[in-house]
């Protein structure tokens, strides 16, 4: 029996190691229950640390940990799937084409920043979305430092004021001023189409968010969109130009385009409809998880977003309930009540909320010890040994709060 695992970011990574604590709990040995985990490179992007300076810093290996708990590594980018035969067509670096049947299919895929047909944004636009993108974006930073000073040069405009827009643009500062010296005159402009900054994570959090930004120097543009971008910058809806060598989009995203290959109903941003154990609905053998999914995570209807604390999860149970569904044995329907936000804010900290409605818990400071904690231990991969690493994979404990 094989179960094959698709893409090794947090949700593909729990997915293996909660199979293999499962095959090993049930004394079954990795011949009979093959766990293969399908991924470009044998690394963890962490996505939500891309907006930091050194990106190219920003990955840990999974070689080692895949090893000790003997899970398969198979290098390659998964190119088709046919779920009619159970099988995944897979291009390797320099092209080599193999075929891996399988009995269990996990996507694990992720998702993209989606870039609307803006004129001008796919030439001219940067992101913080796939680590490709990160350090092209601070190379060009870097590049700034040998050009002569100028309001151009100086100035940055994040397109999308949501989570990632403002943790990109409070960033931003400190990375403008380290990079381009004492000369320069940072100026930093989130642009945002709805009324006010931060439109998901309401009112509480709102006012400390807005008030840092001020503190920062970050300007801020609300109810206007970006309508076109050039060499020299950028122009938005209401008609006003900013000039700026750097422009970063930071709004909008996708599932990854693998999924359009599965056969069933997805929802606006593409994720592929599961239901409580994670199962694709109506397509027999395939489970999605992660950014790829969307899944219910309680019973009063709130839905996993796309996001790491819920990817990790969602990984650690698509994972046990494809490997029980293999070895015969009960599945664990998928839940996580508990939902907390973690903003950072550059140098004026983060903030730190609990539950849905998003109260707020932390700031400052405090709340940004708390965010280096979760971005430099906790969404990390576990020891390569094999019993702790094991041991971190209970569905009923990760990501727990
Ligand atoms: C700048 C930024 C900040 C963020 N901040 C936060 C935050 O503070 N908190 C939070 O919870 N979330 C945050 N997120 C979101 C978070 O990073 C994602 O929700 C999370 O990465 C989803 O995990 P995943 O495993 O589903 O997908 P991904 O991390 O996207 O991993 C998917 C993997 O699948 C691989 N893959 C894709 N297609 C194929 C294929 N065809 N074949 C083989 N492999 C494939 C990819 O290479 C990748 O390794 C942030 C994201 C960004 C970009």
Redesign the pocket.
Known sequence: MRLVI????????YAALSAARLRDIQGVSPEALEIAL????P???V?????EPKPETLTAPLLDVLNAIDVDYVQ????TIDSKTRTVQ?VAAKGARKTLPYDRLIV??????FRPNIPGLAEHGFS???LDD?IALDRHLHALAHQRQSAARDTVVVAGGG??GI??ATEMPSRLRAILGKDAKPRVIIVERNSAVAPDMGASPRPVIEESLRNLGVETRVGVGVASLDKSGVTLSSGEHIASATVIW?AG?RA???TAQIPAERDNFGRLLVDRDLRVLSVPGVFA????ARAACDGIGNYA????????R??AFAGNNAAAELLGIPTKPYHQEAYA????LGEAGAIFTLGWERTLKLVGAEAKKT?QQ??TVWIYPPPAERAAALAAADPEHVGEL
């Open positions: 698709i893409g090794s970011g947090f949700a593909g990574m399908v991924a470009p490179e690394t963890l992007v996505r939500p640390r891309l907006y390659g980018s998964a190119e897979i694990a895929t992720g998702s993209r920043l913080v979305d796939q990160a989570f990632t943790e990109v930071a995203m990854a385009p693998l998880t992660g950014d790829a977003l796309m996001s790491c604390q819920h990817a990790l969602m990984g936000t973690c903003l950072d965010k979760i971005n």
